[in-house]
């Protein structure tokens, strides 16, 4: 047996995964243990977590791979204060006794870390060092569905690049083309994010769902920031932007553009400007991936497009670039964010560097994304009766039909089954689960439980074979990674004075027979929904769509907003209580709110920084 670990860190969101054989048997962000949303530091429970599901110490690991090159972000660093000296001096200054201190000696660092997991660990000689979009990329090909495929990364940055195409085929990968730092299409979204108030690394997919409320009318002031040319390759005007060498995204000059200082969220409320500048930037960003698409489509002439990087979680580029029918075929790594990191870097190893070969499933690699921890019926209920919970056990088809009941009831319902996924979404293993038909769920759900923002949309959870039927899309979407409009027929015609609302009013529209989930501007962020893949998920919406003709549910990720996706029985319980969900599904166990002791609340309004 060969097993090799991998391992992102150091930026955000980091995670670990381990390879049994090529194979990915367990994967899991470090944010989902310490209860720190987007958690940057060494992930030691995540690493803890996939030693114990492989039934291993570290010492028994092959290899451990690290998804970035540390010295090559460190000369990226320092060309950059010099390129644009004076003016990086105090980011620099702020910047240098960390990487000195740090991050310049990583293999160091990581081999004193790792040492804290097993004492038998002796020697760093097993620890490699990846490309970070080579990692992106192998996240991306190496689960896929293809034996062939271009493979489009695109984030924030790596160590120089931004963007990279590569071509994959079998057990081969390799890179063809990079844009390179400081132009960036992750940075270009992330400096939006910033200057509508919203937290970068955290916030842009707010800026995606506040998109549809506005209005693109500042499209060509954004094409005075960025020049994009006919094959989708772009230059960024720096003297806009003050990340390459400061502490913030924007600057004076980006402010006059636009007319407005960027946003505090502490002080300013969300405007009509800020939901048309949201609008312009998406659509500048669309533009972007449809022509580098293509261009990649017609010089390489593969029917099959790869998606990874940060870029890769915009869901609604993601549903255009389908609807174009550039590619026959797409597949978007689920954790496609630097999570997926851990992953891919594990993946390029044994596969690039190893020259193993690869097996191709026609589903994909990835088991659903369900890599994280499973606690047994035996574990919950012991937790359970620990922290004081009041809870029944029923059988399988009682607790299916009791759910199915409780939801068709417009009861708001928190869902704790399986193993917990791996990537920013919840796939029905650790969600909040609604009734779609329910013109007050989105509301309640946003307000009463998640503690957001009015205006963030819902994702529908559709069994795969009703799919057409309800939404403009035939295409297995299983990671909610695609958007697609609601099919007329399913549509309810706005009056003419509803036509007349803009901005934030637009939400109290009814739009469709499911109105929960259908988004101002008829469409939703579909994830489809298989029998194989989580039978017990796909059962409930069954029983569901018995009882209601709906093969839909609302699904959302079981936390509120600033808090990480819950992992263990105790979180889902905290959740639970400190929210106003009705019910918690938990294995077998089905826990009524109204039957819980008043003193276990929580106050979850303080208890997690607002993202």
């Known amino acids: 047996m060969t097993y090799i670990l991998g391992i992102s860190a150091f930026y955000h969101d980091s995670a670990a995964c381990i390879l049994k054989n090529g194979k990915i048997i367990a994967a899991a962000q470090e944010e989902r243990f310490t209860r720190k949303k987007h958690d940057p530091t060494y992930p030691f429970n995540a690493i803890e977590f996939v030693l114990k599901f492989a039934n291993l110490e570290l010492s028994e690991v092959n290899q451990i791979v690290f998804f970035e090159k540390p010295f090559l972000k460190f000369e990226r660093l320092l060309e950059t204060y010099v390129a644009f000296a004076p003016k990086g001096f105090v980011s620099f200054s702020k910047a240098m006794p960390i990487w000195i201190k740090e991050k310049l000696f990583q293999k160091n660092l990581l081999f004193n870390k790792l040492k804290t997991h097993d004492n038998n660990y002796k020697s760093d000689q097993n620890i490699f060092f990846s490309d970070h979009h080579l990692s992106h990329a192998s996240s991306a090909f190496f689960p896929s569905p293809f034996s062939e495929a271009v493979i489009l990364t695109a984030d924030g940055v790596g160590e120089w690049a931004t963007t990279t195409v590569a071509v994959g085929k079998d057990n081969k990968l390799e890179i063809k083309k990079e844009i390179h730092f400081p132009h960036s299409i992750g940075l270009l979204y992330s400096a939006f994010t910033y200057y509508t108030g919203f937290k970068v690394n955290s916030g842009e997919y707010k800026l995606m769902g506040l998109a549809p409320y506005g209005n693109p009318i500042y499209e060509d002031k954004i094409k005075q920031l960025v020049d994009i040319k006919d094959d989708g390759s772009f230059r960024l005007d720096q003297k806009y932007f003050n990340y390459a060498t400061g502490l913030t995204m924007t600057n004076n000059n980006f402010n006059k553009l636009f007319g407005q200082k960027n946003r505090d969220p502490k002080k300013e409320k969300i405007t009509q400007f800020h939901m048309d500048i949201a609008a312009s930037i998406q659509k500048v960003t669309e ?241 489809t929904v298989n029998k194989g893949t989580n039978k017990k998920y796909y059962d409930l919406i069954y029983k569901f769509k018995q009882k209601t003709g709906c093969p839909v549910i609302v699904n959302t990720s079981f936390n509120v907003r600033g808090e990480p996706i819950v992992n263990t029985p105790t979180d889902a319980f905290n959740c639970f209580m400190g929210t106003e969900l009705d019910y918690l599904v938990i294995g077998n166990c089905i826990l009524d709110k109204k039957n819980q002791d008043p003193s276990l609340k929580k106050d979850y309004t303080k208890e997690f920084e607002l993202d």
């Open 287 to 527: 533009e972007i991936m449809i022509k580098l698409v293509k261009s990649i489509r017609e010089e390489y002439n593969i029917k099959n497009l790869c998606l990874a990087g940060g870029v890769a979680l915009n869901c609604v580029a993601n549903g255009k670039i389908l609807k174009e029918k550039i590619f026959d075929n797409i597949w978007i790594q689920p954790a496609a964010g630097d999570a997926g990191g851990s992953l891919g870097a594990a993946l390029a190893l044994w596969h690039i560097d190893q020259k193993n070969q690869r097996e191709v499933n026609i589903n994909d690699n990835m088991e659903g994304s369900y890599l994280g921890p499973e606690f047994t019926q035996n574990q919950i209920e012991e937790e359970l009766n620990l922290i004081g919970a009041n809870f029944k056990t029923l059988d399988y088809e009682s607790l299916i039909n009791q759910t199915s009941n409780y939801l068709s009831e417009e009861k708001a319902i928190g869902w704790f089954q399986g193993r917990m996924e791996f990537g920013p979404r919840a796939l029905g293993s650790r969600s909040i689960l609604g009734d779609p038909r329910s013109d007050k769920m989105q509301k309640n759900l946003n307000l009463k439980v998640k503690y957001r923002e009015s205006f963030r949309p819902f994702a529908p959870s559709i069994l795969r074979e009703d799919l057409s039927e309800w939404f403009d899309i035939n295409f297995d979407s299983p990671y909610m990674l695609l958007v697609a409009n609601i099919n007329p027929d399913k549509k309810i015609k706005m009056t003419d004075e509803q036509k007349l609302l803009f901005g934030i009013d637009k939400l109290n529209v009814k739009r469709s027979e499911i109105p929960a989930v259908t988004h101002v501007d008829y469409s939703a962020r579909v994830q």
